[in-house]
């Protein structure tokens, strides 16, 4: 039969609280630097936003408010198509 030794020794002698040191300090500096980008985001889309304005949607080609024809025949068969199937 196998003998299991569980001492504080094993862990000494296979460095590992050293390990688990590492371990969670590479854990928390990967944590902190999500949470600085997801801080930080909304000040870069500022800075982009500035450096390349969007378009104003309406007034590409063909925009208007209210849908077109075929964009409402579109519509009306996928609920049909829908209703059917249950």
Known sequence: MIEINLSIQNILDGHGIE????G????FTA???ISAFIYL?????RVVNLAYPLKD???LPDCSD?????????ISSVLH?????K
């Open 19 to 22: 390990i688990a040191l590492v």
């Open 57 to 59: 949607l309406c007034s």
């Open 31 to 33: 944590l902190a630097l």
């Open 66 to 74: 209210t849908p077109n024809d075929e964009v409402l025949v579109a």
């Open 41 to 45: 985001l909304p000040s870069v889309l």
């Open 81 to 85: 198509a829908v209703e059917i199937g």
């Open 24 to 27: 969670m300090l590479v854990v």
